[in-house]
């Protein structure tokens, strides 16, 4: 299984982006996908994931809007108005059930950098 994630880039405080991961290989089901994000020098946090419920972080609620499309196995995050404190790389992050009767493991995709200029 690989989760591939795309959509970073260079953006101006204020601006938008649209993160897209798609898992690929064996898959099974996937129980959730989500989004991570780790800033220099500080610890990994989540963003939003979607699965049972929704969870958002609360500094981007309002903000962000993760959604799936389940038939592409591709999970979403929209971020608007985009602060310098977004700046990250985002890993998107899968909890994927690979063959009937198997237990779900957790995938994680590369990586893609976000910057917000000020």
């Known amino acids: 299984v690989q989760l591939q994630a795309s959509g970073g880039g260079l953006v101006q405080a204020g601006g938008s982006l649209r993160l897209s991961c798609a898992a690929s290989g064996s898959v099974f089901s996937i129980k959730s996908m989500g989004w991570f994000r780790q800033a220099p020098g500080k610890q990994r946090e989540l963003v939003a994931i979607?699965?049972?419920?929704?969870i958002y972080a609360d500094s981007v609620k309002g903000r962000g809007t993760i959604s799936r499309d389940n038939a592409k196995n591709t999970v979403y995050l929209q971020m608007n108005s985009l602060k310098p404190d977004d700046t990250a790389v985002y890993y998107c992050?899968?909890?994927?059930?690979?063959?009937?009767?198997?237990?779900?493991?957790?995938?994680w995709g590369q990586g893609t950098q976000v910057t917000v200029s000020s």
């Open positions: 992050n899968a909890l994927i059930v690979v063959a009937s009767g198997s237990n779900p493991r957790v995938y």
């Open positions: 979607s699965g049972s419920n929704t």
